[in-house]
């Protein structure tokens, strides 16, 4: 049998893969510091294998076909957006083949990919933690085209998860990482909109090159825009979410929860909460702790990250 030893979840932001003023550089190493902390109990959990819960961030999945999980189950490669690090990840194919099994036992129907391309919303997290090496099963949780699995569907599915992890007769140790959030308010899609055909195009069938060469022009466009995209950090909602998650109430917490309340408190970026309800729901926690939490301007973001200890 294989069991889940350890859980956390950790904000990203593809900001801080480029230059940034010295007030920002040392509040983003104040972040770093906090991630170190947490992959060094990762480490002392002595995990098999990394299970990553993110989201795709219109690099691989579009309208023309969209799963609202989708997991992956041979290869799998970074795309190196904004920045980050082109390569292959060392994908636990044995795991990932069985999870996607037992989820259709389970009542979920996960789109499955032998030939999976990530952005940064699972490549960082494992840059950050200093984790590539590992064998890593990543699973896709959509949080970015409505319309959205549901906080409390991402919770079961994160229990569906456990019990695939728990009924492989092949045993691992398998620490569950949630990527994403908290507050801010990215891209709008708008795949209605008349005014535009091209931005339509794009959000149904996107490219092949994962966006990358664009990259460039949108950075741009973001410190343009930076104080703008900071108003949307909501201090309040990021650490009433972090005080429900140390109480316990993740659970609780995925049912009170809707779509429309996440864009209005924690903008559109809040929706990727999802996945750090998922990982509650794999982990059971017995403990939550807060590592760290900080509104940070510097990467429009709040910017959070939590340890779920388990007794498993």
């Not at 390569?87 to 099994?101: P, S």
């Not at 085209?145 to 991402?154: D, E, F, H, K, V």
Request: with cysteine; hydrophobic share 45%.
């Amino acid at each position: 049998m294989g069991e889940v030893v350890i859980g956390a979840a950790l904000s990203h932001s593809p900001l801080m893969n480029f230059e940034l003023p010295s007030k920002a550089k040392a509040q983003v190493a104040t972040y770093r510091k906090a991630v170190h902390q947490i992959a060094l109990d990762i480490q002392n959990a002595r995990p098999d294998t990394l299970i990553v819960l993110a989201q795709d961030h219109f690099r691989t999945s579009f309208y023309n076909n969209m799963p609202a999980f989708l997991i992956g189950v041979g290869d799998v490669v970074r795309w190196g957006d904004w920045n980050g690090t082109v390569g292959a990840l060392n994908t636990d194919i044995a795991l990932a083949r069985h999870a996607a099994r037992r989820f259709f036992e389970l009542g979920f129907e996960p789109s499955v990919s032998y030939d999976m391309k990530v952005d940064h919303g699972t490549a960082q997290v494992l840059e950050l933690l200093g984790m590539t090496e590992m064998p890593v099963i990543p699973i896709h949780i959509n949080a970015a085209a409505p319309p959205l699995p549901t906080p409390s569907r991402c919770y079961a599915f994160g229990e569906a998860l456990r019990d695939a992890i728990m009924s492989f007769s092949q045993g691992r140790r398998v620490a569950v990482i949630g990527s994403g959030g908290l507050s801010h308010d990215p891209l709008k899609v708008d795949i209605d909109c008349e005014t535009n055909p091209q931005a339509r195009d794009f959000f149904i069938h996107g490219h092949s090159t994962g966006g990358a060469p664009s990259d460039d022009n949108r950075i741009k466009s973001i410190f343009a825009r930076m104080d703008q995209l900071a108003q949307a950090i909501n201090p309040q909602w990021d650490r009433a979410l972090l005080k429900r998650m140390e109480m316990g109430q993740a659970y609780e917490l995925a049912a009170e929860l809707s779509t429309e309340d996440i864009e209005t408190d924690g903008g559109r970026g809040g929706q990727e909460v999802r996945a750090w309800l998922a990982m509650f729901g794999a982990v059971q926690a017995t403990h939550v702790h807060t590592v760290f939490y900080e509104p940070m301007p510097c990467l429009v973001t709040g910017m959070g990250a939590v340890l779920a200890h388990t007794n498993s």
